[in-house]
C-alpha cells in the first residue's frame, strides 16, 4: 500500500512541467531580461526611437515576475535604474527632476502592478498546483483501494445514510449480478430487497451505537434467487463524528446454510427414525410378552383336554373292550390316534416357538462332534436300515449348540425318513466355504425327493409335502431348522428331484455375531 | 408293603383328579389321599383351618401340587410352605401340564422337591402316577410328624 503511495505521488511529480526555474536562473534571467530589453532601448535610441524603452522594460519585469517574485523585484528595481539613469533626464545621473517624477512614479507603479499580478497569478497557480497534485494522490490512492478492494472475494459497498449506494465492489457484482454502475445511486434495501433477522430499528440502533453490526440476511440477487449471506456492517463517520455511511461487507453463506438444514434435516429424521426403532421395538417386546403368555396358556390349557380326551378313552377301551364291535373299537383307535397327533402338534408348536423366544447361549461349538452325538441318538431307530453315511470334515462355529444340535436333529432326521423307501439309503453330510466369514453346511440323501416348485413351502410350519400316511411328521421340523439357521444369522433353502433325492442346505456366519431374533 | 403315607392332592380339575385317582387305584395307593382343589383349601389343610380344622396336625408324607390353580397359585402354596418352618419339610412334587422352563426354575429355585409333567399319554400317564406314589408313598421315609397308615 504504502509502495503503491509512493509511486503514485512520483508519478504526480514527473507529470509536472518544467518550468520552474533554480532562484539563481531566476535572478539570471531577471538581469538578463532588463539587460536585453536596455540595450534594445539603447540601440533604438540611437536610431532616435525613444518611445520603446517602457514597454520592453515592463516586458523584462512582466518576464522575470512569471518565474518569482524576487526576480521580479530585480528586474523592477534594475529597470527603475536604467530607466532613470538612461532615459530620464538629466541623463546618465540617478537624479529625477520633478517635471519627470509623475512620469517615473507611473511607470514604476505600473511595472510594480505588473509584478503584482504576476505574483499573485504565481502563487495562486502555485496553490493550484498543489491542491491538484494533493487531488491527484488522493485519487491514486483511491483507485487503488478500491482496486485492491475488487481483488477480494468478499461482497463490499458502501451506502449512504438515505440507503443509497456509493460503492459497489466487484465481489459484490459477482454474487448479485448488477455491475457498479447500475447499482451505485439506487437504494440498497429496494434493491436487494434485503430480508433481516431483526426489526432493521434494532439494527440501526445498535449500529448507530458501537458503531458496528454483524448478522446474517437475506438478498435477492439480479436474477431473482435468494442468497443468504453473513454480513458485517460499519458506521463511517465525518470528523465532526456524523455518521455519513455504511459499509457492508458480506460472505456468501447459502451453500453452507443448505448444508446445515440438509444435516438438521438429517438429524431430525435420524431422531424420526430412532424414535419409530424404538416404539417397534417396544411393540416387538410386548408382542413377545403376548406370545409367552399365549405359549404358556396353550401347554397348560391346550394339553389337560387333551390327555383327559386320551385317558378317559383308553378307560372307556378297557372297560369295553369285550362288549364293543371291531368297528367301534376301530373308531376307539383312531380318538387315541388323533389325541397323540394333537399332543405331538402341540409339543412341537411349543418347541418351534420357545426358539424364537429363548435367549441363544452363544459358544464355540464342534459339529463334528455335534453331528456325531446326533448320529448316535438317530441310529437307535434306524436299526436294521442300510444307510451309508458319508461324513466330511464339518469347522467349529460359534453358536447355541442345543440349538444347532435340534436342527441337525431335523434334517438328519428327515434325510432318514424320507429314505425308508430305498434299498440302500446314501446319506452325506459335509460343509463347504462360501465366502471367508461364511461357511455352508447340508445334508444330502437319495430319498424321494421333492418337486423344486413346492421348494418355497419347505420351510413353513404345518407345510407337509408328504401325506401323514406315508411319510409321520407335524410339518414344523424345517420351520425349526430355518428359525434356528436365522438366530444365528443364516440362511437356508434345499434342492431336490421328486424321487431323485434331496439336499438342504444352511449358512453359518464363522466370527462371532450380535444375536438377533426372529 | 409296609406302610403307606398320606398323599395330599392339590388339584383343580376334577378330571385330573379322577384320571389320577384311577392310577393310583390300580396300584392300591387310593386310600391315603387327601383332596383339595386349590391353593387356599390346601393351606386350609396344612394349616388346620376352616373345613379342616377338626382335623389332627400331622402333615402329609407327600403334596402333588399342580400349577395352575384357581384362586392361589401352586407356586404362591409352594414359596408358602417352604417359608413356613412346621411346613417346609413336606416333599412337595410338582404335578403339572406345563413343560415351561419358566415354572420349572421358579419351582426349583422355590424348594421344590421333584418336578413332573403329566403325560398326554394315558399309560405314560398312569405310570407316573404309579411311580410318584409308590416312591413318596410307600419307599421314601417321610419327615418325622407325618401322617402314616400302617
Same mark, same amino acid.
Given at each position: 500500500?504504502?509502495?503503491?503511495?509512493?509511486?503514485?505521488?512520483?508519478?504526480?511529480?514527473?507529470?509536472?512541467?518544467?518550468?520552474?526555474?533554480?532562484?539563481?536562473?531566476?535572478?539570471?534571467?531577471?538581469?538578463?531580461?532588463?539587460?536585453?530589453?536596455?540595450?534594445?532601448?539603447?540601440?533604438?535610441?540611437?536610431?532616435?526611437?525613444?518611445?520603446?524603452?517602457?514597454?520592453?522594460?515592463?516586458?523584462?519585469?512582466?518576464?522575470?515576475?512569471?518565474?518569482?517574485?524576487?526576480?521580479?523585484?530585480?528586474?523592477?528595481?534594475?529597470?527603475?535604474?536604467?530607466?532613470?539613469?538612461?532615459?530620464?533626464?538629466?541623463?546618465?545621473?540617478?537624479?529625477?527632476?520633478?517635471?519627470?517624477?509623475?512620469?517615473?512614479?507611473?511607470?514604476?507603479?505600473?511595472?510594480?502592478?505588473?509584478?503584482?499580478?504576476?505574483?499573485?497569478?504565481?502563487?495562486?497557480? &502555485? $496553490? %493550484?498546483?498543489?491542491?491538484?497534485? #494533493? !487531488? +491527484?494522490?488522493?485519487?491514486? *490512492?483511491?483507485?487503488?483501494? @478500491?482496486?485492491?478492494?475488487?481483488?477480494?472475494?468478499?461482497?463490499?459497498?458502501?451506502?449512504?445514510?438515505?440507503?443509497?449506494?456509493?460503492?459497489?465492489?466487484?465481489?459484490?457484482?459477482?454474487?448479485?449480478?448488477?455491475?457498479?454502475?447500475?447499482?451505485?445511486?439506487?437504494?440498497?434495501?429496494?434493491?436487494?430487497?434485503?430480508?433481516?433477522?431483526?426489526?432493521?430499528?434494532?439494527?440501526?440502533?445498535?449500529?448507530?451505537?458501537?458503531?458496528?453490526?454483524?448478522?446474517?440476511?437475506?438478498?435477492?440477487?439480479?436474477?431473482?434467487?435468494?442468497?443468504?449471506?453473513?454480513?458485517?456492517?460499519?458506521?463511517?463517520?465525518?470528523?465532526?463524528?456524523?455518521?455519513?455511511?455504511?459499509?457492508?461487507?458480506?460472505?456468501?453463506?447459502?451453500?453452507?446454510?443448505?448444508?446445515?438444514?440438509?444435516?438438521?434435516?438429517?438429524?431430525?429424521?435420524?431422531?424420526?427414525?430412532? &424414535? $419409530? %426403532?424404538?416404539?417397534?421395538?417396544? #411393540? !416387538? +417386546?410386548?408382542?413377545?410378552? *403376548?406370545?409367552?403368555?399365549? @405359549?404358556?396358556?396353550?401347554?397348560?390349557?391346550?394339553?389337560?383336554?387333551?390327555?383327559?380326551?386320551?385317558?378317559?378313552?383308553?378307560?372307556?377301551?378297557?372297560?369295553?373292550?369285550?362288549?364293543?364291535?371291531?368297528?367301534?373299537?376301530?373308531?376307539?383307535?383312531?380318538?387315541?390316534?388323533?389325541?397323540?397327533?394333537?399332543?405331538?402338534?402341540?409339543?412341537?408348536?411349543?418347541?418351534?416357538?420357545?426358539?424364537?423366544?429363548?435367549?441363544?447361549?452363544?459358544?464355540?461349538?464342534?459339529?463334528?462332534?455335534?453331528?456325531?452325538?446326533?448320529?448316535?441318538?438317530?441310529?437307535?431307530?434306524?436299526?436294521?436300515?442300510?444307510?451309508?453315511?458319508?461324513?466330511?470334515?464339518?469347522?467349529?462355529?460359534?453358536?447355541?449348540?442345543?440349538?444347532?444340535?435340534?436342527?441337525?436333529?431335523?434334517?438328519?432326521?428327515?434325510?432318514?425318513?424320507?429314505?425308508?423307501?430305498?434299498?440302500?439309503?446314501?446319506?452325506?453330510?459335509?460343509?463347504?466355504?462360501?465366502?471367508?466369514?461364511?461357511?455352508?453346511?447340508?445334508?444330502?440323501?437319495?430319498?424321494?425327493?421333492?418337486?423344486?416348485?413346492?421348494?418355497?413351502?419347505?420351510?413353513?410350519?404345518?407345510?407337509?409335502?408328504?401325506?401323514?400316511?406315508?411319510?409321520?411328521?407335524?410339518?414344523?421340523?424345517?420351520?425349526?431348522?430355518?428359525?434356528?439357521?436365522?438366530?444365528?444369522?443364516?440362511?437356508?433353502?434345499?434342492?431336490?428331484?421328486?424321487?431323485?433325492?434331496?439336499?438342504?442346505?444352511?449358512?453359518?456366519?464363522?466370527?462371532?455375531?450380535?444375536?438377533?431374533?426372529? | 408293603?409296609?406302610?403307606?403315607?398320606?398323599?395330599?392332592?392339590?388339584?383343580?380339575?376334577?378330571?385330573?383328579?379322577?384320571?389320577?385317582?384311577?392310577?393310583?387305584?390300580?396300584?392300591?395307593?387310593?386310600?391315603?389321599?387327601?383332596?383339595?382343589?386349590?391353593?387356599?383349601?390346601?393351606?386350609?389343610?396344612?394349616?388346620?383351618?376352616?373345613?379342616?380344622?377338626?382335623?389332627?396336625?400331622?402333615?402329609?408324607?407327600?403334596?402333588?401340587?399342580?400349577?395352575?390353580?384357581?384362586?392361589?397359585?401352586?407356586?404362591?402354596?409352594?414359596?408358602?410352605?417352604?417359608?413356613?418352618?412346621?411346613?417346609?419339610?413336606?416333599?412337595?412334587?410338582?404335578?403339572?401340564?406345563?413343560?415351561?422352563?419358566?415354572?420349572?426354575?421358579?419351582?426349583?429355585?422355590?424348594?421344590?422337591?421333584?418336578?413332573?409333567?403329566?403325560?398326554?399319554?394315558?399309560?405314560?400317564?398312569?405310570?407316573?402316577?404309579?411311580?410318584?406314589?409308590?416312591?413318596?408313598?410307600?419307599?421314601?421315609?417321610?419327615?418325622?410328624?407325618?401322617?402314616?397308615?400302617?
Amino acid at each position: 500500500m504504502n509502495q503503491a503511495l509512493i509511486e503514485a505521488r512520483q508519478a504526480v511529480v514527473k507529470w509536472k512541467p518544467q518550468l520552474l526555474l533554480s532562484a539563481m536562473q531566476r535572478y539570471a534571467l531577471a538581469i538578463l531580461s532588463v539587460s536585453l530589453a536596455l540595450g534594445i532601448s539603447l540601440l533604438m535610441k540611437s536610431f532616435h526611437v525613444r518611445e520603446v524603452g517602457i514597454p520592453l522594460f515592463l516586458f523584462a519585469i512582466a518576464i522575470s515576475a512569471w518565474y518569482g517574485g524576487g526576480a521580479a523585484m530585480l528586474a523592477l528595481l534594475l529597470s527603475c535604474i536604467s530607466f532613470d539613469y538612461f532615459f530620464t533626464e538629466p541623463l546618465h545621473t540617478l537624479y529625477i527632476t520633478g517635471s519627470d517624477l509623475p512620469y517615473f512614479i507611473s511607470f514604476t507603479s505600473f511595472a510594480s502592478l505588473v509584478t503584482w499580478f504576476s505574483t499573485v497569478r504565481r502563487r495562486a497557480e &502555485a $496553490e %493550484l498546483r498543489q491542491a491538484r497534485d #494533493e !487531488l +491527484e494522490i488522493e485519487v491514486a *490512492e483511491r483507485t487503488q483501494q @478500491a482496486s485492491l478492494l475488487n481483488l477480494t472475494h468478499d461482497t463490499i459497498f458502501v451506502r449512504n445514510m438515505s440507503d443509497v449506494i456509493t460503492y459497489w465492489n466487484r465481489g459484490a457484482q459477482e454474487l448479485y449480478g448488477w455491475i457498479a454502475e447500475e447499482a451505485i445511486g439506487k437504494r440498497s434495501h429496494d434493491l436487494l430487497r434485503t430480508g433481516f433477522p431483526e426489526p432493521l430499528e434494532d439494527i440501526s440502533a445498535e449500529l448507530l451505537r458501537t458503531g458496528r453490526w454483524e448478522g446474517e440476511i437475506k438478498h435477492t440477487k439480479a436474477d431473482g434467487n435468494v442468497v443468504v449471506v453473513s454480513s458485517r456492517w460499519s458506521l463511517r463517520r465525518d470528523e465532526q463524528g456524523r455518521p455519513t455511511g455504511i459499509m457492508e461487507i458480506s460472505n456468501d453463506i447459502t451453500e453452507r446454510k443448505h448444508r446445515e438444514q440438509e444435516i438438521s434435516a438429517l438429524n431430525e429424521e435420524l431422531a424420526e427414525r430412532t &424414535a $419409530e %426403532l424404538e416404539s417397534s421395538n417396544k #411393540e !416387538l +417386546e410386548s408382542s413377545n410378552k *403376548e406370545l409367552e403368555a399365549f @405359549a404358556y396358556s396353550i401347554s397348560h390349557d391346550l394339553r389337560a383336554p387333551l390327555r383327559h380326551i386320551a385317558g378317559f378313552t383308553e378307560l372307556l377301551k378297557k372297560n369295553t373292550a369285550s362288549v364293543l364291535n371291531e368297528k367301534s373299537q376301530r373308531y376307539v383307535m383312531m380318538i387315541l390316534d388323533s389325541a397323540k397327533r394333537m399332543g405331538d402338534l402341540i409339543d412341537d408348536l411349543l418347541a418351534f416357538s420357545r426358539i424364537g423366544r429363548a435367549e441363544t447361549r452363544q459358544t464355540m461349538v464342534g459339529l463334528e462332534q455335534l453331528v456325531q452325538e446326533v448320529l448316535t441318538e438317530l441310529r437307535q431307530d434306524t436299526g436294521g436300515r442300510d444307510i451309508v453315511w458319508k461324513i466330511g470334515a464339518l469347522p467349529v462355529v460359534y453358536g447355541d449348540r442345543s440349538m444347532l444340535r435340534l436342527a441337525f436333529v431335523n434334517l438328519i432326521a428327515n434325510a432318514t425318513k424320507f429314505t425308508r423307501t430305498r434299498a440302500q439309503a446314501e446319506i452325506e453330510i459335509g460343509c463347504r466355504n462360501q465366502s471367508p466369514n461364511q461357511i455352508v453346511l447340508f445334508v444330502r440323501d437319495n430319498g424321494v425327493g421333492f418337486d423344486m416348485k413346492y421348494a418355497n413351502k419347505l420351510f413353513g410350519v404345518f407345510q407337509r409335502l408328504h401325506s401323514a400316511e406315508a411319510f409321520e411328521g407335524t410339518g414344523i421340523g424345517l420351520a425349526t431348522v430355518q428359525r434356528i439357521v436365522h438366530r444365528h444369522g443364516g440362511s437356508v433353502w434345499a434342492e431336490g428331484l421328486v424321487d431323485q433325492g434331496a439336499t438342504f442346505f444352511f449358512s453359518l456366519s464363522t466370527f462371532q455375531r450380535k444375536e438377533s431374533r426372529v | 408293603m409296609s406302610t403307606l403315607g398320606r398323599i395330599l392332592m392339590v388339584e383343580d380339575d376334577p378330571k385330573d383328579v379322577e384320571l389320577t385317582m384311577t392310577a393310583l387305584e390300580e396300584y392300591n395307593l387310593a386310600n391315603e389321599v387327601v383332596v383339595t382343589r386349590d391353593g387356599e383349601e390346601a393351606l386350609d389343610y396344612l394349616y388346620c383351618r376352616g373345613n379342616f380344622s377338626t382335623r389332627s396336625n400331622d402333615n402329609p408324607a407327600v403334596m402333588l401340587l399342580d400349577l395352575k390353580l384357581q384362586k392361589v397359585h401352586g407356586l404362591e402354596v409352594l414359596a408358602q410352605i417352604k417359608s413356613d418352618e412346621k411346613l417346609r419339610m413336606i416333599p412337595v412334587v410338582v404335578l403339572t401340564s406345563s413343560r415351561e422352563e419358566i415354572d420349572m426354575v421358579a419351582s426349583y429355585k422355590l424348594g421344590v422337591n421333584a418336578y413332573v409333567v403329566k403325560p398326554v399319554d394315558f399309560h405314560e400317564f398312569v405310570n407316573a402316577i404309579k411311580e410318584l406314589g409308590i416312591f413318596w408313598a410307600v419307599i421314601n421315609e417321610p419327615p418325622p410328624g407325618s401322617v402314616k397308615k400302617n
